[in-house]
């Protein structure tokens, strides 16, 4: 049971490269989650999912895409990179539920420049 | 919206003292409060939640919180500090309209020897 895994751990792209973050969870969890972290910022929600083709977007989308197909994988695709998006990148997963835990990947480092 | 605040993005505590981190909420409905812990490098991993059941929550590592309606908060304490407890702390509220889960900016906590 490996629980929530990112791809790759770090990255280094140029300004205007596209990538994608690989999030990948072994939990059967249909809620799944993209935040970015920043310092003095806690963690901000890009965009979530509740389950295979449904995804929405969260605090701060612009700039990044996702889809659902499977119950598995939520990939979080970098369309056209900037600076700003240098951050560490962490995918979580849960249960429905309000009072559910979210688990978390080990994060992506991403740098820009 | 709801969300929380944390009051004081660092503390610093000598070995053996008291922790203590302050997470304040605003919402209308009873909240859904989380209190999770990050180490170096790391994901984030919960600490406790609230769930309704009892107003002092226990959770791992020695660390409770209270929640307080009057006073619409959830800190968190632990009695006495050891060097393992150095890492950031995050408060974190899920909406009970959509479900997302929304962090504080951070806690990071040090202890001195």
């Known amino acids: 049971n490996a629980g929530v895994t990112q791809t790759p751990k770090f990255q280094v792209l140029k300004t205007g490269q596209s990538m994608t973050l690989q999030c990948a969870q072994d939990?059967?969890?249909?809620?799944m989650s993209w935040y970015r972290q920043d310092p003095g910022m806690g963690l901000r929600l890009i965009h979530y999912?509740?389950?295979?083709?449904?995804?929405d977007q969260g605090e701060v989308p612009n700039g990044y895409n996702v889809s659902r197909s499977t119950t598995e994988d939520f990939p979080l695709r970098l369309l056209s990179a900037a600076p700003s998006q240098t951050s560490v990148y962490f995918c979580?997963?849960?249960?429905?539920?309000?009072?559910?835990?979210?688990?978390f990947g080990q994060g992506t480092r991403l740098t820009v420049v | 919206a709801q969300s929380v605040t944390q009051l004081g993005s660092h503390v610093s505590v000598s070995e053996g003292a008291l922790v203590l981190l302050r997470c304040n909420y605003s919402?209308?409905?009873?909240?859904?409060l989380f209190w999770y812990v990050q180490y170096p490098n790391q994901g984030l991993q919960l600490l406790l939640k609230?769930?309704?059941?009892?107003?002092l929550v226990k959770g791992i590592n020695g660390f409770e919180a209270e929640f307080k309606k009057s006073e619409t908060s959830f800190h968190l304490t632990k009695p006495s500090a050891h060097m393992s407890d150095a890492a950031e702390y995050f408060c974190?509220?899920?909406?009970?309209?959509?479900?997302?889960?929304?962090f504080g900016a951070g806690t990071t906590v040090t202890v001195r020897a």
């Open positions: 979580a997963s849960s249960y429905p539920g309000l009072n559910t835990e979210a688990f």
């Open positions: 939990m059967n969890h249909e809620y």
């Open positions: 999912s509740v389950g295979a083709g449904i995804t």
């Open positions: 919402s209308s409905v009873p909240p859904y």
């Open positions: 609230y769930t309704s059941a009892a107003t």
């Open positions: 974190a509220v899920r909406s009970s309209n959509d479900y997302k889960l929304s």
